[in-house]
């Protein structure tokens, strides 16, 4: 391929991934703001999935300005050669060096980046729902009356308690929630993925009044399923069940 030519697609391809970038960035800043991974999908994606996107095209603006360079770099050598009165600068090894200079620093960056990573201190929750749910929490690690009854008492409870029973449906009696007689199942053990409590909180179930009340965050949702999957245990509290 003629040089002029690949130095145009290089430069075209270069420009389409600035102006990804900038998209990518305007939604990250705006449209789909800090915190909002829970909340707020655009195209089918989360905020987290768009800042994916983000550092994967600048990765590949960065691959392609690399190309740029290495298309120009008799060039750069020469002129920089000129300027610092090299004599006889060689494109090999200055372009070892400065490879190496530039991964070198972006190898600093990136240990100094992970080794500073603190966490906040509690005492300043985001808001006051995100206070009680924290880090993302394995199946193997989940404690009902920590993890799971929260999420019932906080979204649930008014509703579905010890002072209104609307639907004739209470969040505080495992026999509703596990089914006894004539009440059916809403929570099948092991088995999230057709329990109907979860197609219910998911906003999957609108047939009914209310729905739109019924809607928890996603990270509720996994924290009831990972509950559900490893085996829906409801231990004995004593004086919990009100
Ligand atoms: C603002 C009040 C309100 C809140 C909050 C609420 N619900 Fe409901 N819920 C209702 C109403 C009203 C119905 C009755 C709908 C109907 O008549 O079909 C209902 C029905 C239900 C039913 C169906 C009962 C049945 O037999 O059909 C279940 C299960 C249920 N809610 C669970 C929950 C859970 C779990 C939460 C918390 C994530 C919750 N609800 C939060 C008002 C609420």
């Given amino acids: 391929m003629n040089r002029t030519v690949a130095n145009i697609i290089i430069d075209l391809i270069a420009v389409l991934l600035f102006l990804g970038m900038i998209a990518t960035g305007y939604l990250l800043r705006f449209a789909l703001p800090p915190g909002s991974d829970t909340t707020l999908v655009l195209w089918g ?6 800042g994916n996107l983000h550092l994967w095209i600048s990765l590949g603006f960065l691959a392609v300005l690399v190309v740029h360079i290495a298309l120009h770099w008799n060039w750069i050598v020469t002129v920089v050669g000129k300027r610092c009165r090299l004599l006889k600068p060689s494109l090999i090894r200055s372009g070892i060096l400065t490879a190496l200079v530039v991964m070198l620093s972006m190898t600093l960056f990136m240990w100094s980046a992970h080794d500073s990573v603190k966490e906040l201190s509690p005492s300043v929750p985001i808001n006051a729902s995100s206070a009680t749910v924290q880090a993302p929490i394995g199946p193997e690690s989940i404690e009902f009356w920590q993890d799971v ?17 609307l639907g004739g449906f209470r969040v505080d009696r495992s ?4 089914g006894s007689g004539e009440r059916k199942p809403w929570i099948l053990p092991g088995q999230s993925a057709i329990s109907p409590l979860i197609a219910l909180v998911s906003a999957a179930k609108k047939d009914m009044p209310m729905a739109d009340t019924h809607t928890l965050s996603e990270q509720d949702i996994t924290r009831l399923k990972a509950w559900i999957d490893s085996g829906a245990k409801w231990p004995v509290k004593t004086g919990a069940e009100k």
């Fill in 45 to 50: 994606c989360i905020r987290y999935q768009w």
């Fill in 149 to 165: 009854y929260p999420i019932f008492e906080t979204n649930c409870l008014s509703c579905h308690g010890p002072q209104r029973q």
């Fill in 175 to 178: 026999d509703y929630l596990f």
